[in-house]
């Protein structure tokens, strides 16, 4: 993982740090299972302006579901940073919805992805 030198505030790091775990975690879960049977399949994204294959449609709701949660666990050291906390779990949340749509309409699970995707709805809750 690669640390940009401007980021300082320690929510940013946190931030950045779920993030690409996050994506790691999937990579080690899609290795052993590939999860989504039409993965390649491509569906207008919630995160983007153009389509994109539904692995990476995956990818973004499950970032913005950890770090959904992560920032509601954050303990934010003063107002303003409460304040940023806030807002970005608000957009969190509001990506997840995007992405567990279009994820319901377009996709196709393998049994084990089955499972996964509903984890994945509960998170939403």
Known sequence: MFLRADLIRP?????LAVHEATHLELIARMAADK????GSDRAASPFRPM????TRVLHA????ARLMEAMRRYAPATDREQVF?????????AELAL????LTE???W???????FIGLQLAAR
């Open 35 to 38: 999860l989504v049977v039409n």
């Open 99 to 102: 992405g567990l749509a279009t």
């Open 110 to 116: 393998t049994d084990i992805g089955d499972e996964f």
């Open 85 to 93: 906390v806030r807002r970005r779990e608000e957009q969190f949340t």
């Open 11 to 15: 929510v940013a790091l946190y931030e």
């Open 51 to 54: 389509a994109r294959p539904l």
């Open 61 to 64: 709701t499950l970032v913005a």
């Open 106 to 108: 377009h996709g196709r």
